[in-house]
């Protein structure tokens, strides 16, 4: 179960359902309604209510879990909607969100990094909304690659469902267009104070040092995230993958990339010249080690010992079965 809020502003929540029929396991849409509030009682209200419409109800002695966020409407200990449904079905375990979980687990670490975080966001929201609310400065902006022979595109949205990969994908943007957004930029910025600043941001030294760093250190993360969101997705898999993306992160700690290294010593990015203000931060063993720690708070339960057999349930990872031609060899 889930909710979400529609153009007017109102919440909705859906319900899906996932059994096994036969050996097979499979996926069924129950509803999309609104509960009369977001509290944790008028949500019981509300799943009962649609449970006994779809003729669903009786068959709810052999629910054996819940998935939802972990809002506290919906995990509370004392009154949560999981806590109130296991007051009637006492085998049902409360599953908060593997791939939420993660994207908690950055927001937690990024959070000691605010200020120059908060500075590159602002940067890829306003190029977003800069060039997405006005036809003249796309225009301009693809007439600007055109003149400097760049194979550039337009602004990434930041945010989403699959928030991380979102960002990694609007770096990745940032830094294959930086010389026609800068250039563009700067040119405006003689009769557009919008754009004066957000190419102030664009030449900061920090800013660009910062996000080439945070570029390295989401690539393992996007990759959990995205395997943690398939539909053919075991625990045993999730707990493996978690423990590699750990092992990846580690190796990560203290490494400047060629490219990190040439920008800092140059302090040109692209063939243009970056301004610096105070100290450059280039170590990510800080950013790392708050990950890390925010990846063990968020998924202890995972990755107690007591789920390890589960592991075995990971049939995808097991030996392949030897061919003829192999055994010859």
């Not at 699959?162 to 563009?184: C, D, E, N, Q, V």
Request: with cysteine.
């Amino acid at each position: 179960m889930d909710g979400s809020t529609d153009d007017s502003s109102v919440e909705q929540e859906s319900i899906f359902l996932r059994y096994c029929n036969k050996g097979k396991v499979e996926h069924k849409f129950v509803t999309m309604g609104e509960p009369e509030s977001t509290s944790s009682n008028d949500l019981y209200s509300f799943v009962i209510e649609q449970l006994h419409s779809k003729n669903i109800f009786s068959e709810m002695n052999k629910c054996v879990g819940f998935g939802s966020d972990g809002a506290s409407n919906m995990t509370g200990v004392r009154n949560g909607l999981i806590t109130q449904l296991k007051n009637d079905y006492p085998n049902i375990i409360g599953i908060h969100c593997l791939a939420h979980r993660l994207e908690l687990s950055f927001k937690d670490a990024i959070k000691k990094n605010h200020a120059t975080y908060d500075k590159l966001v602002t940067l890829l929201l306003g190029l977003y909304y800069f060039y997405k609310r006005s036809p003249l400065q796309r225009k301009g902006l693809k007439k600007t690659f055109k003149l400097l022979m760049v194979q550039g595109c337009l602004p990434k949205c930041v945010g989403g469902s699959r928030w991380m990969p979102h960002m990694k994908t609007a770096l990745g943007s940032l830094f294959k267009s930086y010389s026609g957004y800068i250039t563009h930029l700067q040119n405006q910025s003689h009769n557009n104070p919008k754009a004066e600043g957000l190419a102030k941001i664009l030449a900061s030294l920090n800013v660009v040092v910062f996000a080439l760093m945070l570029y390295e250190v989401l690539d393992p993360l996007c990759r959990l995230s995205l395997t943690l969101q398939a539909d053919e997705f075991t625990l045993g898999e999730a707990i493996l993958m978690v423990l590699s993306t750990k092992d990846a992160l580690a190796q990560l700690q203290g490494q400047k990339s060629d490219k990190m290294v040439e920008v800092i010593e140059s302090k040109r990015f692209m063939g243009y010249t970056l301004t610096s203000r105070g100290f450059i931060s280039v170590d990510n063993t800080k950013l790392i080690d708050n990950i890390l720690t925010a990846i063990n708070t968020r998924f202890s339960d995972v990755l107690q010992e007591d789920l390890e057999p589960t592991v075995i349930s990971a049939l995808r990872l097991w030996p392949a079965e030897l061919t003829a031609e192999y055994d010859r060899r």
